[in-house]
């Protein structure tokens, strides 16, 4: 080892090798000599190394030399530190006390092509933006959807759909205030906005996120009570107390985005002020207090009261098909013994074996919907905050940025799917949106002209009731055999 800390030039140390050869095989032919050679040493500049020592970065050096004479790594990639301008150190090879470091593994030694490597690139690049996009639209389209659907259509309007509107609200906030800021630095890969909207993207999303999971456990609570309590439904549920549900649900995620992203209170000290001190970076690394608390608020209080009423939902769909199914079993059972017994009897059987393939089929129905509701929300939602509380707790635990970004867009994909599972699978909601498509499509509107060879009169306003627009529907219909005369009639 050197004594000052330096090392020798890498071509002094080559040399003093070949020497150290030369004097090995030299002795090996006089074997039969009983002189014995000096210990090999080594001097440069003044100080003296021990030739036993130098020799493995000598030869380390020597296979760094053949791979660049080979084209198997660019000369280069390494360079040491100031003292040690003349030492060569391959990572993985030999190591460097000076504290120069490299590996072979850099961009200069990839064996991958440069235009292949970018062209794989932009391909993971496109197929990002397909994906987030998709799923932006999804959010807004469908939420909009839903809306429109209930503003147009009076039979809609039902305390049940006041918080299915509140939810696609909130999807659609989700949307346009935070998916489409993570959209920008998904696909750029930088954050262009400052520090101050950092905060306030960070608010957003914390915001609008949680908005959406209290909304679908209001919704839970709701239909636990029309449910397994039909007949206290619109005693509990009335119009005041859904309103003030509402408010809670809006109001207390601010509690938890606004007041200490924009505070500070919700990271270090370290974290924040590094954070005002570099306005291209925008992170959102969270201490452990505010880790347990919103995840708690924010998810699983709310996923523990979801699974609690859809549990006892399904339990009460278990106990009526039960008791269908024993209601349909004494009534072929009486059936029979009124045979038997010759005694005559009205024919009602056809219409309760009717109707109770009806209400099991309903049940089954019912369970099947809230299978897929509590499979949706925890696929979206439960890697997330497993991930969250997890990296918050654990310090030394390091995820992949790509993984993080996974993890966000599925929870944002909740946004997406919620007007497809509270809405499209009721039918009230289904014929609503078939008709408001209709009503929006205007390839429609020339059909219906054309046909009747007159000029329709306009639709009514949106906050129509749904008979008026029905009626509309109707002399549609009807205008493939009607005369102009009689549809003008019809619309005086």
């Known amino acids: ?148 659907s209930v503003m147009r259509h009076r039979k809609l309007r039902i305390i049940t759909n006041y918080f299915v509107v ?84 809006w109001l207390a995620p601010a509690l938890l985005s606004f007041l200490p992203i924009c505070s500070g209170w919700y990271t270090t000290s370290e974290n924040w002020k590094y954070l005002k001190s570099n306005p291209d970076i925008c992170e959102f690394k969270v201490n452990k207090a505010y880790a347990i608390v919103s995840s708690s608020v924010s998810f699983w209080i709310p996923g523990i009261v979801m699974l609690s009423m859809y549990y006892r939902i399904y339990q009460e769909a278990d106990r009526q098909e039960r008791l269908v199914y024993r209601s349909k079993v004494a009534a072929l059972l009486l059936e029979k013994h009124l045979q038997i017994s010759q005694i005559p009897k009205p024919r009602p059987s056809i219409q309760v074996e009717q109707s109770t393939i009806s209400t099991m089929r309903r049940e089954r129905k019912a369970a099947r919907t809230l299978g897929i509701i509590m499979s949706a929300f925890l696929l979206c939602w439960l890697p997330f905050f497993l991930w969250y509380i997890t990296s918050s707790l654990c310090e030394s635990c390091s995820t992949p940025r790509i993984v993080v970004g996974i993890l966000f867009w599925i929870g944002y994909f909740n946004s997406a799917l919620n007007p497809i599972i509270y809405a499209y699978f009721n039918r009230d909601f289904r014929a609503a949106f078939k008709k408001t498509l209709k009503f929006c499509c205007p390839h429609n509107l020339v059909n219906c002209r054309v046909s009747a060879g007159v000029e329709m009169p306009p639709f009514v306003n949106s906050t129509a009731s749904s008979e008026i627009h029905m009626n509309i529907i109707r002399a549609r219909q009807y205008a493939t055999s009607a005369s102009s005369t009689q549809l003008q009639t019809l619309y005086q």
């Open 166 to 249: 509140s939810l696609a609200v909130a999807d659609m906030l989700v949307a346009l205030c935070a998916m489409t800021f993570n959209a920008s630095v998904e696909i750029s890969g930088k954050w262009m906005f400052g520090s101050v909207m950092c905060d306030v993207w960070n608010s957003f999303d914390v915001y609008f996120s949680t908005a959406s999971i209290m909304h679908l456990c209001c919704i839970s609570v709701d239909r636990y009570y029309a449910i397994v309590q039909p007949l206290d439904y619109p005693l509990i549920m009335t119009s005041r107390r859904v309103f003030i549900m509402l408010i809670i649900v």
């Open 1 to 148: 080892m050197p004594v000052n800390g330096s090392s020798p030039p890498s071509s002094v140390l080559l040399i003093r090798l070949s020497s150290t050869n030369l004097a090995l095989m030299t002795n090996e032919v006089n074997a039969s000599s009983s002189i014995a050679l000096p210990e090999p040493a080594l001097y440069y500049g003044g100080q003296q190394y021990n030739v036993i020592d130098v020799e493995q970065d000598a030869i380390a050096n020597m296979k760094y030399l053949n791979f660049v004479a080979n084209g198997l790594v660019d000369e280069n990639v390494m360079v040491g530190n100031d003292e040690m301008n003349d030492a060569v150190s391959i990572g993985g090879i030999a190591g460097n006390d000076g504290g120069g470091s490299s590996s072979l593994y850099g961009p200069s030694s990839s064996s991958v092509p440069v235009d292949a490597s970018n062209e794989s690139h932009l391909t993971f690049v496109i197929v990002k933006c397909f994906i987030i996009g998709f799923i932006i639209l999804a959010a807004i389209l469908g939420n909009m959807l839903v809306i429109i």
